[in-house]
């Protein structure tokens, strides 16, 4: 009797070890989400502040906004300051689209990795099976294919019936 008695809570501090472990990853899954997420709008947010300058700098070299901030400074060139100040202008603009696209891919993968983050912790809270991912707006991919799939043989059969 006390033999089995001591199996059985063996067994039972091994299934209570298994699901805190589970816990501890849901946790740290949805922790890393969180994270992820908060990174991601930092991201938009500085996406935000430069599609604003990259506005204003588009604006800047109009000639006629070009001649309005050199109209105070006398030169005997003043097509010299009109093609310098272009120049700068063009240049920061440049560094600004750079920062752009960087913060686009920087985004793609912030977005990839919270879909990701997301799908592991649920399936570590037991919800989800191997091959169910989560997409944006929580609807299984597996639905979508088959969306797709049905929708592809309607039209198949719209044109089917269409020639006829």
Same mark, same amino acid.
């Given at each position: 009797m006390q033999h089995s008695a001591g199996i059985i809570i063996?067994?039972?501090?091994?299934?209570?070890?298994l699901f805190t472990?589970?816990?501890?990853?849901?946790?740290?899954?949805q922790q890393r989400a969180a994270n992820l997420r908060a990174q991601l709008a930092e991201t938009q947010a500085r996406q935000t502040e430069l599609e604003m300058r990259r506005q204003q700098l588009a604006d800047d070299l109009k000639p006629e906004n070009i001649?309005?901030?050199?109209?105070?400074?006398? %030169?005997?060139?003043?097509?010299? +300051?009109?093609e310098?100040?272009?120049? !700068?202008? #063009?240049t920061e603009k440049k560094g600004v689209e750079s920062q752009l696209?960087?913060?686009a891919a920087s985004r793609a993968r912030l977005e990839s990795a919270i879909a990701s983050a997301d799908a592991i %912790?649920?399936?570590?809270?037991? +919800?989800?099976?191997?091959?169910?991912? !989560?997409? #944006?707006?929580?609807a299984p991919a597996v639905?979508?294919?088959?969306?797709?799939?049905?929708?592809?043989?309607?039209?198949?059969?719209?044109?089917?019936?269409?020639?006829i």
């Open positions: 063996c067994i039972a501090l091994v299934i209570i070890g472990v589970s816990v501890f990853a849901q946790e740290s899954a001649e309005r901030a050199l109209a105070g400074i006398g %030169s005997t060139h003043p097509e010299d +300051l009109r310098q100040r272009r120049r !700068q202008l #063009e696209e960087t913060l %912790s649920y399936r570590s809270a037991g +919800l989800g099976g191997p091959g169910i991912s !989560q997409s #944006e707006n929580n639905t979508k294919q088959r969306a797709n799939r049905v929708s592809k043989r309607k039209t198949k059969k719209h044109r089917t019936l269409k020639r």
